[in-house]
């Protein structure tokens, strides 16, 4: 019988042995509508090696990888990088299967490891960052990325092929045929490892920032990096690691993202002269409907946005549950340097704005601009108003 899947070369001597799965849509909240992959790679050192697992129903898949360049039981040592579900899923039935000598995770990794599975509490030796670990011709070196996404996250790095396991780090959700990020079309490059970088590891760009001046101060160079979702960097690493520099200072364009949900269309047309306000002055709006778009399509949007002004009609004295749905979703999110302002129609009593300005003050956005409401229909001066609103962030974006 032929075989069902096959390891794809990464170099001479690494191979990946992940899965793809071509189906997933939700990645808890974020929308990944071109699915994704589970990157696993297998070194064939003297010590046969394996760096991550996957998640838990694609076991046989990576398995059967494995198992097209060489039998898994003569794997001696496995490395995990990120406890996650999605890597470590079927870590537990692997380890039993396939009996490897050393198991290796960071300290946190082998706490977090043993409470997500008992039979991961033992068994499982905690690598110190910087620690180095010989697999005979070939050597692995450890680098703790504590909250890159997870406490546990490390880099492993393969020192003589200069190839970084980033785990998480470097990612995106995309699910293909294409191994390399050199194969895939660069706007679906752009757009997905942004949105990966916006909806995952922007509440840590902080620390992004000081992981990569560590890896610079240390010297380290990266001839391939292979991360833990989407294509391996083979061609220009720098280009993937460049942009996350970037994203991590968070330097906001003049943009803003007006966000808004409507029950009768007073408060969309609201939302749609402050958009024309903020364009007339140079600031480029984006008008998202809490109805038209996901939140994680807004979050992509807030990577690089200035503004955020948001809009609610009010609902049994509450703001509407899809507007709560995005602002909490963007507090986790935690973007940096952003003004904000909040408008809404109402009928009676009006509490909708007023819950969102609260919602943007926790989010430590500057709010410059008393919250604009207006009851039911928007008048011709009421409507001149929110362009005037969108007129005066616009100045405060260009001051
Ligand atoms: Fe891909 Fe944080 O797991």
């Not at 995770?105 to 706490?111: D, L």
């Not at 300005?357 to 500057?366: F, G, I, Q, S, Y």
């Amino acid at each position: 019988m032929a075989e069902a899947y096959r390891a794809i070369p990464i170099t001479e001597r690494v191979y990946w042995v992940g899965a793809v799965d071509w189906t997933l849509r939700d990645f808890h909240g974020y929308t990944t509508r071109r699915g994704s992959s589970y990157n696993a790679y297998l070194i064939l050192a003297d010590r046969v090696t394996l760096v991550d697992t996957v998640k838990k129903p694609f076991k046989e898949e990576f398995l059967s990888r494995v198992a097209s360049v060489i039998d898994p039981r003569k794997v001696e040592v496995v490395v995990s990088n990120h406890s996650e579900m999605d890597h470590s899923g079927c870590l537990a039935e692997v380890i039993e299967e396939i009996r490897p000598r050393e198991v290796y995770a960071s300290p946190m990794g082998v706490k977090t490891l043993a409470e997500l599975s008992p039979s991961l509490s033992t068994g499982i030796t905690a690598v110190a960052d910087g620690r180095s670990v010989s697999l005979g011709n070939m050597t692995l070196s450890f680098m703790e990325t504590r909250m890159l996404h997870w406490p546990d996250s490390m880099f492993t790095y393969l020192q003589e092929e200069k190839l970084l396991f980033s785990h998480d780090a470097f990612g995106m959700h995309l699910a293909s045929h294409e191994r390399f990020a050199d194969e895939v079309d660069t706007a679906v490059l752009e757009y997905e490892a942004a949105t990966y970088f916006a909806n995952i590891l922007l509440p840590y760009a902080g620390l992004m920032t000081k992981l990569l001046a560590r890896v610079d101060s240390a010297g380290l160079s990266f001839d391939v990096i292979a991360p833990d979702h989407g294509p391996v960097w083979r061609r220009n690493p720098g280009w993937i690691v460049e942009r996350y520099r970037r994203w991590a200072q968070q330097k906001r364009a003049k943009k803003a993202v007006v966000v808004y949900g409507t029950m009768w269309h007073s408060t969309e047309k609201m939302a749609r002269y402050i958009g024309e306000g903020l364009s007339s002055r140079g600031v480029p709006a984006k008008v998202m409907a809490v109805d038209a778009f996901h939140r994680s399509d807004i979050a992509y949007e807030m990577l690089d946005a200035a503004a955020l002004v948001v809009g609610t009609s009010t609902l049994n004295n509450n703001m509407l549950p899809k507007v709560a749905d995005v602002l909490t979703y963007l507090k986790g999110l935690r973007p940096l340097n952003v003004v904000g302002a909040a408008f809404g129609s109402y009928g009676w009593s009006g509490e909708g704005t007023l819950q969102v300005n609260e919602v943007l003050k926790e989010m430590k956005a500057a709010l410059p601009l008393e919250p604009l409401r207006v009851r039911h229909v928007p008048t011709t001066s009421d409507l001149a108003a929110c362009r005037e609103l969108g007129e005066k962030l616009a100045d405060i974006l260009n001051a």
